[in-house]
């Protein structure tokens, strides 16, 4: 696992099933309450004359700059060799600093007095040899792992948006000419 | 629908709200317009072709877990998964899809990935039960199996020798195991009043469509795989068939057109090219428009239709009158949107037509059905790559249905006292699949005592009182039934009715042969027990085992692994083997008419159906008017202005499943009903409040789910809750489909208000 991975999300194959919400919680042993994994839908809305409707997963971004990594007071929030961000549960805390700073909204504490959860990327079942979770079962196929040596090419023609390893893409917005975009992309840029 | 606004302070804004603004903002929604930036030339920025196909590895055993390779049984797609087994303590860890599935290529849907609970749910029967005290209140006595057998079969002899075995009822559900030993059962018993919610409702209506129209025994396949276009009737695969909505992901990328019939922007709806919005109940109008462009411009397969089929000219003849305007004038779909679908859909190269159960639930069911299907026969989209393949072969272990069940088990005599014979023959006799009673019927035949009595009724697999329509009208009828034994996985209203409870097993706890002819006929694959409830068992052996003390046993195997056994015998495998191989996988074959042609009485497509006339219903497809329609019946519409469908079903859910499983609950956790926003401010209604449902059958109180993707005039709930959320509550029996007797249950005129304090909670926990 030397190299550094990016999951690639394809917004125009996301259903909206939400089969990897499920995926994810029982790859991490969650019940009900947190979701690492989260459909978000937008729309329906009326754009030049049409009706849209689209999912947008939601899930840690594994960002370049992660706001959470760099608020934990214990330093329990590291950078894996692959690139992702994970917690070490060992040294966490539980005190939630990361759960506010995160700007996307995508770090839960799981219970009253329990620790923050998000998405490993599924770093054990990668290094058995498995895809992650959600990007297995998605009924759109909407999802692929891809290594940083083949990632221009999977976004060749495409318009994306990424911050740190995840990678949304569409060609559906890019014909319609609206770019993909996250107006306070650099995560510092949130107040905490 | 989704969060709306989203505010600008990140201080106050919880990691929800932070969520939702995220997902926004990310496609330019509330993004202030200097920051979206138009694209020069937006056409280079086309998708890639190439389809981004996971390549998926499949998951290694840890030490102490045991894997066993199954198949899901969530709903009929049967899946195929990997279960994960805890070795020490037998407990289930996961379950996911297996990487290897031919079919499936290792997805699987939230039912599928969340059905470990099945196990560990605290409400599973977990032994039989006998009623302690007066019915529905909850008192019981556990008894063992034997006993609980010895009882039931000593209450339905009694019955069947009071009444005569028309006197007892059989009625199953979506029991997805070879059912059709319940049905043999049934027959062997001389029980010619035996049903189910779903058939006049579901899959009858277009497997009997089939056999008129094509000769085939099963419903058609659409070759996804391979097809130009494709034209999506009524159904929205990501909730419902997890498998197709993967293919039609892969054919759309490829550049397969996408044409979507939905009177809601549905998930499907909203990938389409052409998205067709028709009034509820109007399908037959739709196709028939279709039709008359494709005939009117020559669009038509010359070819196909000189060699293959019978009764074009009297078609052509038959839609000339149903034009687009006309079309649009019924169906609402503006007149140029029918032109321009009817000439995608056929000349787009090969097509084909996906459809499921809604076209089963219109007030005109079986023309509905041939209305659509006739459009691919016309455009020789019929057993060509990326057409409609026809199916008569249930891969390796095709059985004749008829012979299966042991119909001619049934006394000749008999027959003609089968509640809605006389009305409803292609679901009551010999043309329908399973001959079976006609449901609203036999309810009121229960509820009345005319012309005989029913006394008693077994019951597999069916949470009858929410999932039948007219649902008031069904808590009556079961209110007179002297006897009720209730086979199932959970105490749902229908068990606690009952007098006898057994447990069945989930398929995570039994052995099965499956294959499922709706999702892949070509290819059988084997269920393994991966855990076990100890005094759970599977309903094929409780049916071997009831035969046996009913005194059937000749009719009958030992027990579940004989049957297999003799399934499989023309793969020269026992089931013990075969579940080494855990499948076999037989190619589609295409084109088989020309070696075969057509298992019809003329031997060819008959768009002019002979059997149907010779059954008493219209030859060719004809647009009738639904009783609840303006023109139909102008008091109703004066009364109750607005329109009614039931077809929204969420992924988390199948019928009236799974609503105790707490990770699918929290996914959907109330029942919702789609209103549009001009609408819902017209009736002071809001997101998420209650709104009453009323029609003269009755009253059902949902949530609102406010949505631009629906006509202001129409309102769709999604079925199968309980208590006062069940949309059956207000589904009337005043019209039943030609023939074939389904009720409609999309298309309903109904009266909405906001609910208040005094109508009460939905109450969708527990009461029915």
């Known amino acids: ?50 009706l849209h409707r689209d999912f ?137 | 629908m989704s969060m709306s606004g989203a505010g600008h302070s990140d201080q106050v804004l919880t990691p929800e709200d932070r969520r939702n603004r995220f997902a926004l903002r990310l496609l330019g929604e509330q993004v202030d317009p200097a920051y979206r930036r138009r694209l020069p030339g937006g056409e280079r920025n086309r998708a890639p072709v190439t389809p981004a196909a996971p390549k998926a590895g499949r998951p290694s055993a840890k030490p102490g877990v045991k894997i066993v390779r199954s198949a899901c049984y969530s709903c009929n797609s049967c899946c195929e998964v990997l279960v994960f087994i805890d070795e020490a303590s037998g407990a289930i860890l996961k379950v996911e899809g297996d990487p290897e599935s031919p079919v499936t290529r290792g997805i699987l849907c939230a039912k599928g990935l969340a059905s470990r609970d099945l196990v560990h749910n605290p409400g599973r029967l977990r032994h039989p039960i006998v009623r302690a005290g007066e019915r529905g209140k909850g008192a019981w006595q556990r008894i063992s199996w034997d006993d609980a057998m010895n009882r039931i079969a000593e209450k339905l002899l009694f019955y069947r020798e009071q009444y005569g075995a028309e006197g007892v009822a059989f009625l199953q559900g979506t029991i997805r195991g070879w059912s059709r030993v319940y049905s043999r059962l049934a027959n062997a018993f001389g029980a010619v009043n035996h049903g189910a919610a779903g058939w006049g409702q579901c899959l009858w209506p277009r497997l009997v469509e089939n056999a008129v129209t094509f000769g085939a025994t099963y419903t058609e396949v659409a070759d996804f795989e391979n097809t130009h276009c494709m034209l999506v009737w009524g159904t929205n695969p990501p909730s419902t068939w997890p498998c197709f909505a993967s293919q039609i992901m892969d054919a759309r990328e490829r550049g397969a057109g996408l044409i979507v019939v939905d009177p809601t922007l549905s998930e499907t709806a909203a990938k389409a090219d052409i998205w067709l919005q028709p009034r509820p109940g109007t399908d037959t109008a739709l196709a028939l428009a279709l ?120 006394p000749g005599d008999k027959i003609p006292l089968r509640r809605g014979i006389d009305r409803f023959p292609l679901l009551c006799d010999r043309l329908s699949p399973v001959p079976t009673a006609h449901m609203p019927t036999l309810w009121e035949t229960i509820a009345t005592g005319k012309p005989y009595p029913v006394k008693a009724a077994l019951i597999f697999g069916s949470n009858a009182l929410i999932s039948y329509s007219n649902a008031n009208r069904v808590k009556e009828a079961m209110d007179k039934l002297e006897f009720i034994a209730v086979c199932d996985l959970f105490m749902t209203p229908t068990a606690r009715m009952a007098d006898i409870v057994l447990p069945a097993s989930s398929w995570l706890e039994r052995d099965n042969l499956i294959s499922s002819f709706q999702v892949c006929p070509t290819t059988t694959i084997a269920q393994q027990k991966a855990v076990e409830l100890p005094e759970a068992r599977s309903d094929v052996d409780i049916v071997c085992d009831l035969a046996r003390k009913l005194g059937l046993a000749d009719h009958f195997w030992n027990d579940s692994e004989a049957l297999y056994d003799f399934l499989l015998e023309p793969t020269g495998l026992t089931f013990r083997e075969f579940k080494e191989k855990k499948r076999l996988f037989a190619p589609l074959v295409y084109r088989q008419f020309e070696k075969n042609g057509f298992n019809t009485p003329s031997g060819k497509v008959e768009l002019y159906s002979s059997l149907l006339e010779k059954n008493g219903c219209a030859p060719l497809p004809v647009y009738t008017m639904p009783v609840e329609s303006a023109a139909g019946a102008p008091e109703g519409a004066a009364g109750y202005p607005y329109i009614l469908t039931t077809g929204w079903r969420p992924p988390a859910y199948r019928h009236t499943e799974n609503r105790e499983n707490p990770i699918l609950r929290e996914q959907f956790p109330r029942p919702g009903l789609l209103i549009h926003p001009d609408t819902a ?80 909670a939905p109450g969708d926990e527990g009461e029915s």
């Open chain 1, 56 to 192: 947008i997963p939601t899930l840690c971004q594994h960002c370049d700059q992660a706001a959470c990594q760099a608020v934990c007071p214990v330093e329990s929030i590291y950078r894996e060799a692959d690139g992702s961000i994970q917690i070490d549960r060992n040294s966490c805390i539980g005190c939630g600093a990361c759960v506010t700073a995160c700007p996307f909204g995508v770090m839960e504490m799981d219970g009253e007095g329990g620790s923050p959860v998000k998405c490993t990327l599924c770093h054990q079942r990668r290094e058995d040899g498995a895809l992650p979770s959600c990007a297995q079962h998605c009924i759109g196929r909407a999802m692929t792992l891809v290594a940083e040596e083949g990632l221009a090419e999977s976004l060749r023609d495409r318009h994306s948006w990424k911050t740190g390893r995840i990678v949304y893409v569409t060609g559906k917005w890019a014909r319609l000419g609206v770019a993909l975009q996250e107006t306070e992309a650099d995560p510092r840029s949130v107040p905490a």
């Open chain 2, 681 to 760: 401010s017209t009736l002071g209604i809001s997101e998420g409040d209650p709104v009453v449902v009323e029609t003269a059958a009755g009253n059902a109180t949902l949530y609102a789910v406010l949505t631009l993707g629906i006509h202001p005039d129409t309102v769709q709930a999604t079925p199968g809750w309980r208590g006062r959320a069940n949309i059956n509550r207000v589904i009337p029996w005043t019209q039943f489909a030609e023939g074939i007797g389904s009720v409609p249950m999309r298309g309903i005129f109904c009266r909405l208000r906001r609910g208040s304090a005094a109508d009460g």
């Open chain 1, 1 to 50: 696992m030397s190299s550094r991975i990016f999951l690639v999300i394809d917004l125009d194959r996301c259903w909206g099933c939400k089969a990897c919400e499920v995926a994810c919680k029982q790859e991490l042993g969650l019940g009900v309450g947190p979701r690492p994994m989260k459909v978000v839908e937008v729309g329906p809305r009326s754009l030049d004359g049409a």
């Open chain 2, 291 to 410: 039709m008359h462009v494709i005939i009117r411009d020559g669009l038509y397969d010359r070819g196909f239709v000189e060699n293959w089929t019978v009764g074009f000219d009297r078609l052509k003849e038959h839609v000339g009158g149903y034009s687009s305007e006309w079309g649009e004038k019924i169906t609402r779909v503006p007149a140029a949107l029918i032109e321009k679908a009817a000439r995608r859909y056929a000349g787009a190269g090969p097509a084909a037509i996906y459809r499921c159960v809604s076209l089963d639930q219109v007030h005109d069911s079986l023309q509905a059905c041939r209305a659509v299907s006739l459009l691919a026969a016309v455009t020789g989209n019929i057993g060509v790559p990326g057409g409609n393949v026809t199916v008569s072969r249930r891969g390796e272990i095709t059985q004749n249905s008829h012979t299966f069940i042991g119909y001619d088990l049934l």
